[in-house]
């Protein structure tokens, strides 16, 4: 599984760019590996969701979900950060179930479009990333899509920009 692809890498710095707190010496703008995690987490267990969604998490899926994560934190979070993620993933999972864990990432996002899209598209990147997409997965992502109130027409077009 290629997770590295630059549909991924675009929305990283999407995401990056949205993480910035206060400012280095040069005036730009710096994040800390604390802020880029938290802002990253929803959109990673997103991925998760999707991920587990056929209740068989590969170690191949496992793998190309940590290197999401790493790519999308720009190697701020170490592999222990992201071990530590994973296990909330699977807490969460296993207390609240996903389709009510969705609902509550989709609210967390509240008015931003373009958070909402961008969970979406790298839900449905880790859902093409083995070439086939589960009846599951397909109905995990049609609650992502319905708690994050993406259009048919808006999804199709996500789709279509993941490389």
């Known amino acids: 599984m290629d997770i590295n692809t630059a549909a991924i890498r675009r929305l990283r710095d999407a995401l990056l760019a949205k993480s910035t707190v206060g400012a280095s010496n040069t005036g730009a703008p710096s ?3 604390d802020a880029v995690l938290r802002r ?3 959109f990673a267990e997103t991925m998760f969701l999707v991920m587990v969604a056929d ?3 590969a170690t ?3 793998q190309a979900l940590s290197a999401a994560v790493r790519i999308l934190t720009d190697g701020l979070v170490g592999p222990d950060g992201v071990r530590e993620m994973i296990d909330r993933f699977h ?3 296993s207390a609240f179930g996903a389709e009510a ?3 509550r990432i989709g609210a967390s ?3 931003d479009r373009d958070d909402r899209e961008i969970a979406f ?3 449905a990147a880790m859902a093409l990333a083995d070439d086939e997409v589960a009846i599951s997965e397909n109905r995990t992502l049609a609650w992502v899509r319905e708690y994050f109130g993406i259009s048919d027409q808006r999804v199709a077009a996500l789709i279509e920009s993941i490389d």
């Open 31 to 33: 994040a800390t590996g």
């Open 40 to 42: 990253v987490e929803p």
């Open 55 to 57: 209740d068989h998490a």
């Open 60 to 62: 191949a899926e496992n």
């Open 91 to 93: 807490d969460n999972l």
């Open 101 to 103: 864990r969705l609902a």
């Open 109 to 111: 996002f509240g008015a």
């Open 121 to 123: 598209t790298l839900a």
